[in-house]
Nanobody, 116 residues
Framework: QFQLVESGGGLVQPGGSLRLSCVISGVRFDYYSAGWFRQAPGKEREGLSCMTSSGDSAYYADSVKGRFTSSRDNAKNTVYLQMNNLKLEDAAVYYC?????????WGQGTQVTVSS
């Protein structure tokens, strides 16, 4: 049974940091690229990063480049998103995504709130 579970969200002040985790079970995680997305109220879902299945390459949206870093530990079936220097506009529900040539899966999301 496939399952993808995010955690690590919460309330943080502007300029603060959070690390999100996403644990994937039920599939061969090392077959999948892993991405992070977010969706703020009233806005479309935004792609933030995508990391190859081996973890040797990652791509970032301009809005988070230089502040967010994705990593993965295939032995732990886990992908991470380190978020630094958070801004008010980073507040959203954050989702991880596992995608292969044949299918893709989404987690249920974790809320990130940025407020002073």
């Amino acid at each position: 049974q496939f399952q993808l579970v995010e955690s690590g969200g919460g309330l943080v002040q502007p300029g603060g940091s959070l690390r999100l985790s996403c644990v994937i079970s039920g599939v061969r995680f090392d077959y999948y690229s892993a991405g992070w997305f977010r969706q703020a109220p009233g806005k479309e879902r935004e792609g933030l990063s995508c990391m190859t299945s081996s973890g040797d390459s990652a791509y970032y949206a301009d809005s988070v480049k230089g502040r967010f870093t994705s990593s993965r530990d295939n032995a732990k079936n886990t992908v991470y998103l380190q978020m630094n220097n958070l801004k008010l506009e980073d507040a959203a529900v954050y989702y991880c995504n596992a995608i292969s040539t044949y299918d893709q899966y989404w987690g249920q999301g974790t809320q990130v709130t940025v407020s002073s």
